[in-house]
C-alpha cells in the first residue's frame, strides 16, 4: 500500500513536471496564439479580468454591436473560474500563461489519476495523462481555441469524480467526491454551452451507466442516483453562467438553438451508409490539430485484445469507434438513431459533426495506458517493453507537435500560430487612439464596416496577423482599447424623442 502510494505520487509529479515545462515552452518569450485566442478569448478574458478587478459583474459589452450582452455569451469567460482568475488576478500575459499551463496540468494530471482508479499501474497511468495531454488535438487547441481545450481538460476530472463517487461507500467521500465532479460539470458547461457541452455530458452519462451494469458493487440504481446528482450539483454551480446565457438565447433571432430537422432526415437517407470519418488517416496520423500518436493509436487498438474487460476498456473503446462514427459529414444509421433518442441531437450534431472529436481523444489516451500497462505486468521483459513503447509513444507525440508549430506558423487562417508579445499586440493603434478621444464624451460613436473586394468580404479574422488589420481596431479589439458605442444610444428606443437621443 505504501509503495502504491509512492508510486501515485511519483508518476502524477512526474506527469505534472513533464507538462509543466511543455507548456512554458508555449507561454514564456510570448505567448503563442491562434486566431480564436488572438481574436476572441483574450479581449474577452481581457475585458472580464478588468470588469472583476473594478468588482462589476461584467453584464454588459458596450464596445460591440452598439452594446451587446457579456455575461450571456456562452464563451466570454463568465462563470468559468480559470479565466476569472487568472486574468483577474494577474497581468494579461503572465494570466495567458497561468491559464495554457493550468489547463495542461488539468487536462494530463486528471487523466493520469482517473487512470490510477481505472487500476492501470504508474507507467500506465502516465502514459495517458501524457498521451491526452500532449495529443495535437488538445496541445494546439489550447493555444488556438480555448472552447475546445477547456471542456477537454475538465472532461476526465468529471470522470474521475464519478468513479470515485460509485466507488465509495464512504457518506462523506461521496459528498466530495459528488462535488469534485460537479465542478467539473459545471465548468464544462461554462467554457462551451453548445455541442462541447453536450457531448462531454453523454460521455459522463455512458461512463456512469457502464459502472452501473458492469460493477455488481455499484449497480445501475446506485449510479444513476449518483450521476444525477453530480449533474444537479454542477447545474446548480453552472447557474451563474446558465441562467443568463439562456435568457440571451430565448431573445436572440435563434431561440432555442438550431430547429431545423435536417439531422433526422438526412440521417434517415443514409442508412446504408456505414464506417468512421472518411479522412481518419490524415486527420489523426499526420502531425496537426487532431494528431492521436501513431503509437499511441497501435497501443489503443491493442488494448481489446490484450487488456480484455478490464480497465473500462470496453467502454473507452466503443466510445472511441462512435465519435469517429459519430464525426462523419455523411449520416449514418447511428446519427439518425441518436437524434431519434436525443432531444436536440440532430439538428445540434449537424451544425459541425467534425466537433465530436472533442471527447474522441480521452478513449486512445486510456486504452494506450491499459495497454503498457497489461504489458508491464507480464514479468521482467514485459516491463522493459512497456517502458520503451510508453518512451517511444511520448517522444513521437514530442516531435508531432514541434512539426505542428512549425507547419501553423507558416500557415494562414484558422489553425494559423504565432509567438507574440501580447502587451504589444493589444496596444491601441493610431487610430485606436483617435478613436477614444472622439468617442469619450458620449457625442460619437465608432461604427466599423467590412468592405467588400471583387465580390467577397474582407476576412479580417483570418488576417489576424496583419498590422494594418490590427490598425483598424478590428477583430475584438474595440473590448481592449474601450472603443465602442456611446453609452447614450444604448438607452434609447427609436423613434428618439429625447434630447440625448437626437443628438
Given amino acids: 500500500m505504501a509503495w502504491g502510494r509512492w508510486a501515485d505520487l ?3 509529479a512526474g506527469v505534472g513536471v513533464a507538462l509543466g515545462v511543455s507548456g512554458w515552452e508555449v507561454a514564456h518569450d510570448g505567448t503563442l496564439v491562434g486566431m480564436d485566442t488572438a481574436t476572441a478569448f483574450y479581449p474577452w478574458y481581457r475585458f472580464l479580468g478588468e470588469s472583476l478587478r473594478s468588482g462589476h459583474v461584467p453584464v454588459w459589452n458596450p464596445y460591440q454591436f452598439s452594446g451587446t450582452p457579456f455575461a450571456g455569451d456562452p464563451e466570454s469567460g463568465w462563470a468559468y473560474l480559470p479565466a476569472m482568475l487568472a486574468f483577474a488576478l494577474l497581468p494579461l500575459a503572465a494570466a495567458a500563461g497561468a491559464f495554457l499551463i493550468g489547463h495542461l496540468l488539468l487536462a494530463g494530471v486528471a487523466t493520469y489519476a482517473l487512470a490510477r482508479n481505472l487500476g492501470l ?3 500506465g497511468a502516465a502514459l495517458a495523462g501524457l498521451a491526452y495531454a500532449w495529443s495535437g488535438f488538445f496541445f494546439g487547441h489550447n493555444v488556438c481555441c480555448f472552447a475546445y481545450s477547456s471542456v477537454a481538460a475538465w472532461l476526465p476530472l468529471a470522470l474521475l469524480g464519478a468513479e470515485r463517487l460509485l466507488g465509495s461507500r464512504d457518506r462523506r467521500r461521496q ?3 459528488c462535488g469534485l465532479g460537479g465542478l467539473a460539470i459545471s465548468q464544462i458547461l461554462a467554457a462551451w454551452l453548445g455541442q462541447g457541452a453536450y457531448y462531454a455530458l453523454l460521455v459522463i452519462g455512458a461512463f456512469v451507466a457502464y459502472r452501473g451494469l458492469v460493477d455488481r458493487c455499484v449497480g445501475l440504481p446506485h449510479a444513476v442516483l449518483g450521476g444525477t446528482s453530480m449533474l444537479v450539483v454542477g ?10 446565457r439562456l435568457e440571451f438565447n430565448s431573445l436572440s433571432n435563434l431561440p432555442g438553438g438550431y430547429v431545423t430537422a435536417t439531422g433526422i432526415a438526412s ?3 443514409g442508412l446504408g451508409d456505414w464506417g468512421i470519418i472518411e479522412d481518419w488517416s490524415t486527420r489523426l496520423l499526420e502531425p496537426g490539430f487532431h494528431y492521436v500518436g501513431r503509437v499511441v493509436l497501435v497501443l489503443a487498438v491493442a488494448a481489446p485484445l490484450l487488456a480484455g474487460r478490464r480497465r473500462a476498456v470496453p467502454l473507452f473503446a466503443t466510445l472511441s469507434v462512435l465519435a469517429l462514427v459519430l464525426a462523419r459529414w455523411q449520416p449514418t444509421p447511428l446519427h439518425m438513431l441518436l437524434s431519434l433518442v436525443l432531444p436536440g441531437f440532430g ?3 449537424m451544425h459541425a459533426p467534425e466537433r465530436v472529436l472533442l471527447v474522441f481523444f480521452l478513449g ?4 494506450a495506458g491499459a495497454t503498457v500497462d497489461w504489458l508491464s505486468r507480464r514479468g521482467r521483459w514485459g516491463g522493459v517493453v512497456a517502458g520503451l513503447l510508453a518512451l517511444v509513444a511520448v517522444v513521437d507525440l514530442r516531435m508531432a507537435w514541434q512539426v505542428q508549430v512549425a507547419d501553423a506558423t507558416r500557415a494562414s487562417g484558422a489553425y494559423e500560430l504565432h509567438r507574440v508579445d501580447l502587451a504589444a499586440y493589444y496596444a491601441p493603434s493610431g487610430a485606436e487612439r483617435f478613436l477614444q478621444s472622439a468617442t469619450a464624451d458620449d457625442r460619437a460613436r465608432a461604427i466599423g464596416y467590412a468592405q467588400h473586394v471583387s465580390g467577397s468580404p474582407i476576412p479580417y479574422t483570418l488576417r489576424w496577423m496583419d498590422p494594418q488589420t490590427a490598425a483598424l481596431g478590428a477583430n475584438n479589439r474595440a473590448l481592449v482599447s474601450h472603443v ?4 447614450v444610444i444604448t438607452r434609447c428606443t427609436w423613434p428618439a424623442t429625447t434630447p440625448s437621443c437626437r443628438r
Fill in 364 to 367: 486512445p489516451a486510456v486504452l
Fill in 267 to 269: 440521417a434517415a437517407a
Fill in 235 to 244: 447545474g446548480g454551480l453552472a447557474a451563474i453562467g446558465l441562467l443568463p
Fill in 121 to 123: 499501474q504508474a507507467l
Fill in 347 to 349: 439538428p445540434l450534431h
Fill in 10 to 12: 511519483g508518476g502524477g
Fill in 175 to 177: 459528498v466530495a467526491w
Fill in 484 to 487: 465602442g458605442a456611446s453609452r
